[in-house]
């Protein structure tokens, strides 16, 4: 992945990392709702994140991965601070298994582009 793009995805998943936070801890009445399944809006979130951070971290995805399942069962537990939200065990756990999937769907994707590059500038592809 060129410089230009891979600055492009680390930009696109830390805004999406802050959204998620965001999102995560505004009021109830504040949270805008994209379907009508919360479940399926959580998991899409926190697979994109894991793809996005590990596309643009490829060598780091360990940490990525610990980095986003911790950011998930940090931002559930602090809904319990706020007034109208409340953390769960089940949420956490379909983020975390969401992150997992976007990680190694982001390890193949990368892994795929640098075999690609590779060839490229070997004169192969």
Known sequence: MDKRMLSLVRVAAWLLVAAIVAVTLVPIGLR???????GI??????ALAGLLLTLGYPRRWPWILLGVV?????LEAGQTLTGTR???????????????????IGLAVASWVD???????????
Do not use: I, M, W
């Open 41 to 46: 809006e959580r998991a899409a979130a926190y």
């Open 70 to 74: 911790l950011l998930a069962g940090g």
């Open 86 to 104: 409340h953390g769960r065990f089940n949420d956490f756990l379909v983020k975390a298994a969401a992150a997992l999937f976007g990680c190694l």
């Open 32 to 38: 805008p709702v994209v379907t009508a399944n919360p």
């Open 115 to 125: 075999r690609r590059s590779q060839a490229h500038t070997s004169g192969l592809g």
